[in-house]
């Protein structure tokens, strides 16, 4: 049966509905995202019962998944597509707090329930584990508790990240912090960046304005950092530069 799942947007309920079947094991085996993910902690002849509690499913652009204060009865491991991730704000608006690609896990809760929301900027697919049959597994798989531990550690290390992009960086050192870890994500040795996101949300996620998101880019760009790829994509033309300038030793 479908997974009916209701997600605040801009102060609106926006009820979606989540819909997939469960993986095969040869479908987990081939999996290209599978070296990236926490499913790479099990073995080839483990991975049957991993695929037994992911259930595929395919999320649209501009859809919720994830509840900000829902129960967190699942994980969900990205296999494709981009992800914004927020918090709501008492009036009404919304914090983006991050973004996630290709292999990265969410739901990994302190509580019963999320605390913070996840919306499909393109069209995302993704593995969902239900977080009961999940907790069996890892009794059995003592690996996988541990890859998950450091899911957790990498997200820590993330939020002390974003205090210093917010707190001490300028605007160029904040663009520019933010395309290397959009190349991260990517892992395109050509140094192309997607960014399936608005100049809005880049501008909310890194304090900044709009105006001074565009300016910031329009100047990499002069610089010969950066080159304007096709759709919403951008080219690192000059990767040593940018990362001195993000270092903050320019």
């Not at 998944?65 to 296999?79: L, Q, V, Y």
């Not at 798989?141 to 899911?151: I, N």
């Not at 996101?197 to 709009?210: E, F, P, V």
């Not at 105006?211 to 329009?218: G, I, K, N």
Request: charged letters at 25%.
């Amino acid at each position: 049966m479908p997974d009916p799942t209701t997600c605040q947007f801009e102060g609106r309920p926006r009820r979606i509905v989540l819909t997939g079947a469960h993986r095969s094991p040869e479908y987990c085996l081939t999996c290209g995202v599978r070296s990236r993910s926490v499913c790479s902690a099990l073995d080839d002849g483990d991975i049957a019962r991993l695929a037994e509690t992911a259930v595929e499913t395919l999320v649209l652009p501009g859809r919720c998944f994830i509840e900000e204060g829902g129960p967190a009865t699942d994980f969900f491991n990205i296999t494709s597509g981009t992800v914004k991730l927020f918090k709501a704000l008492p009036d009404g608006r919304r914090q983006i707090t991050g973004f996630a690609g290709t292999g990265h896990f969410l739901g990994l809760a302190v509580s019963d329930h999320y605390a913070f929301g996840a919306e499909a900027l393109d069209t995302v697919r993704l593995c969902r584990f239900s977080r009961a049959r999940m907790r069996h597994l890892l009794d059995d798989f003592p690996r996988m508790e541990r890859r998950l531990l450091e899911e957790a550690s990498n997200e820590l290390v993330a939020a002390q990240n974003q205090m210093l992009l917010l707190g001490r960086k300028t605007a160029r050192e904040r663009v520019a912090s933010f395309l290397l870890d959009r190349m991260q994500d990517a892992l395109d040795p050509t140094g192309i960046v997607p960014l399936p996101m608005t100049r809005a949300d880049i501008a909310d996620y890194l304090g900044l304005t709009i105006e001074t998101v565009s300016r910031t880019l329009s100047w990499l760009r002069r610089e010969g950092m950066i080159a304007i790829g096709k759709g919403h994509a951008i080219r690192i033309a000059a990767m040593a530069r940018l990362e001195t300038l993000a270092s903050g030793d320019s």
